[in-house]
């Protein structure tokens, strides 16, 4: 293994697809030994019941150029959680990146359904999915994370603490459970700051996740004939835009100037000269609020 990452571990938690892939992948590429975890292996799937698995997922980084392992783990039972931290710091005796990317809750949220007509049961679990897992991983992770300084904690979310704090975002359970993951990175940043470490909240733009794509009808090869239904989708990234954003923050050896913030993939593109694989730059975040949000015509030129 070779690149900028090339002696660092990063534990991906929530990688079976979407931006956690995106992530490990791109990890890999700079050279980093990648645990993913999730429900979905070859063997079983979770109630998602999508084709995608870890060990798919453990492959592609280990094509990219880094080490990728599978670690079969539910991240709302805190004793598989302590297992895989154990086994990590048996394997590899650090980790020195931690991406919480658990979500799941795709299915759950009912769109601009307010709390007292939305399912209970499935915004309970939301919450559950959304929060509880980051919460358990990180109690687990973090004091392995500190054994070395410079440790990195990304938190996954949907939204710029700017952004979020004066839209509603889709439900209430949904909106709740984003928010809290962009204060969790905040207060994070207040406890590992002064040991030594850097957390931040990141979030991706309108991501051309596997089941994005599934639901316009469309694959990454001809994502554009979209367009004419979702003029909007011009603006979209593919998972793989965020993952490099995290492999620039893990080589950053001055990323605690980020510590407790609210960052974006757009917005760490321009500070660190990354591309998403079509050599573009989305800037999601500025176009919904300049454009999307302001009711004017999609057009993603000086957007992307």
Not at 8 to 16: D, H, M, P, Q
Not at 157 to 170: F, H, I, L, Q, S
């Amino acid at each position: 293994m070779s690149g900028p990452l090339k002696d660092k571990v990063a534990l991906v938690a929530g990688a079976t697809r979407g931006a956690g892939r995106g992530v490990a992948v791109e990890l890999g590429a700079a050279g980093a030994t990648v645990y993913v975890t999730g429900r979905t292996t070859r063997e079983r799937r979770s109630e998602y019941d999508r084709p995608e698995t870890i060990e798919d997922t453990a492959d592609l980084v280990t094509a990219a150029g880094g080490r990728g392992i599978a670690v079969p783990t539910d991240h709302l039972v805190p004793s598989e959680v302590r297992t895989l931290v154990d086994r990590i710091a048996d394997e590899q005796g650090r980790l020195d990146v931690l991406v919480n990317d658990v979500w799941g809750g795709e299915r759950l949220f009912e769109w601009d359904t307010p709390v007292w007509e939305h399912d209970l049961d499935n915004g309970l679990r939301l919450l559950r999915l959304g929060i509880e897992t980051h919460a358990i991983t990180s109690h687990h992770a973090l004091p392995l994370l500190l054994r070395r300084p410079g440790g990195l904690v990304v938190e996954m979310t949907d939204g710029t603490a700017e952004y979020n704090a004066a839209t509603y975002r889709v439900s209430f359970f949904y909106d709740l459970a984003k928010s809290a993951v962009l204060r969790m990175a905040f207060a994070l940043g207040r406890e590992l700051g002064p040991r030594g470490a850097t957390a931040v909240a990141l979030t991706p733009g309108w991501l051309r996740s596997e089941m994005m794509l599934e639901n316009f009808g469309v694959t990454e090869d001809n994502w554009r004939d979209a367009l004419e239904r979702v003029p909007h989708f011009g603006i979209s990234e593919t998972p793989f835009y965020v993952g490099r954003a995290v492999a620039a923050l893990a080589a950053d050896p001055e990323r605690a100037r980020w510590n407790g913030e609210s960052l974006s993939s757009g917005g760490l593109a321009r500070t660190y000269g990354f591309t998403d694989r079509d050599g573009s730059r989305p800037d999601a975040w500025r176009y919904l609020v300049e454009v999307q949000d302001a009711g004017k015509p999609a057009d993603a030129t000086g957007y992307r």
